[in-house]
């Protein structure tokens, strides 16, 4: 039977979602991200987990566990290593899982360093722009896969 599992990644800072710079970020913290996440991928027939690191092999080893445990899909907000992580991207590659790059701003309309993004080199599709809620969008795109 095909999986239902659902991995959503979050790198570095995420963890101070909704306690600064709401004005970029949105107002809503990472556990109520988890929350909607949660409401929504039941409607779907989908179960999520949703997980934090500020460490970059954290998040090569969770994709490689998205892999051995035969995940849907990963979403994936890398934070900062989205523009500097060559490591991420061969992660990616070697999972053979599809990955969806999430972003809660726009980087592409933000400082020209955030305009490389390591992630999208292998992701399958991006959500960028639409706070908290790109989340779901993101979730729904995978369910569609
Ligand atoms: O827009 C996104 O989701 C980003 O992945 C967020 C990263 C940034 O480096 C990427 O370019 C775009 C930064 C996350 C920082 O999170 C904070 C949360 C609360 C307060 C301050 C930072």
Do not use: C
Request: aromatic share 4%; proline share 3%; net charge negative.
């Amino acid at each position: 039977m095909a999986s239902n599992l659902v991995y959503v990644l979050n790198g570095p800072n995420l963890n101070l979602l909704g306690t600064r710079e709401p004005e970029i970020y949105g107002s809503e913290t990472l556990d109520d991200i988890a929350a909607m996440l949660d409401d929504r991928a039941r409607e779907l027939g989908l179960e999520v987990d949703v997980r934090q690191s500020n460490h970059e092999g954290h998040l090569v080893d969770w994709l490689h566990e998205a892999r051995a445990d035969g995940a849907k899909a990963v979403l994936l907000n890398a934070g900062a290593y989205t523009h500097t992580s060559i490591a991420l991207l061969d992660a990616i590659r070697a999972i053979g899982v599809p990955v969806i790059e999430v972003h809660l701003s726009d980087p592409s309309s933000r400082e020209a360093f955030r305009h490389v993004s390591y992630v999208g080199m292998a992701a399958v599709d991006e959500v960028k722009g639409l706070g908290a809620h790109g989340y779901v969008v993101a979730l729904e795109k995978a369910a569609a896969l």
